[in-house]
């Protein structure tokens, strides 16, 4: 995996091989980051990485220029690495580890961009429950948005927060917004 773009551009991030991720690939994240480019100044934001795995999206966030970054996941191997990383590239990354669903119960955090690539073989119903804790829990900031990348066979469109989503290969993220 690399970094696609700001600081740390094209600077190659290898993972070890016993971590239990799917890296976004960089076609999507490319992709992703051109759509979020046309409405967030990313120096400017606050972002929440769940199911964080290797780090790959928060140290995009990173070399682009944001210093509010908090990644969550639950393997201790997968904080390992985000915290080595980070420090080696002197970015300013936050790690919890921890449950993604007990976190997103009990936390107060708001941010303006949560970003959420759990597992492809979650149930419709477990993607759901991503949303609906954000929701409920007020975990957006104004003209936040809650994205979740997922299979392109995954419906997430039923969701009332639900605003559109965008398929690149395999991968589909689904963009949730606070309904007015």
């Not at 551009?9 to 051109?34: C, G, H, Q, W, Y």
């Not at 409405?39 to 990173?62: C, R």
């Amino acid at each position: 995996m690399r970094i696609i773009s700001g600081t740390y551009k094209r600077r190659k991030i290898v993972a070890p091989k016993n971590l239990p991720v799917r890296p976004t690939t960089d076609m999507a994240k490319e992709s992703l980051f051109n759509i979020l480019n046309n409405s967030y100044y990313f120096e400017d934001i606050s972002v929440l990485d769940l199911f964080a795995g290797t780090g790959n999206i928060s140290y995009e966030f990173a070399s682009r220029g944001t210093t509010n970054i908090v990644s969550v996941d639950e393997n201790f191997n997968c904080i390992k690495f985000i915290n080595k990383t980070a420090a080696s590239f002197e970015m300013p990354i936050q790690t919890i580890k921890s449950d993604v669903f007990k976190f997103l119960e009990k936390t107060k955090m708001q941010s303006d961009i949560i970003f959420a690539d759990p597992p492809y073989n979650f149930t419709t119903e477990q993607f759901l429950t991503i949303s609906d804790y954000v929701f409920n829990n007020n975990l957006l900031l104004n003209d936040g948005v809650l994205i979740i990348e997922h299979s392109k066979h995954t419906d997430l469109s039923n969701h009332v927060n639900f605003d559109y989503s965008k398929s690149y290969g395999g991968n589909t993220f689904s963009f949730f917004k606070l309904t007015k």
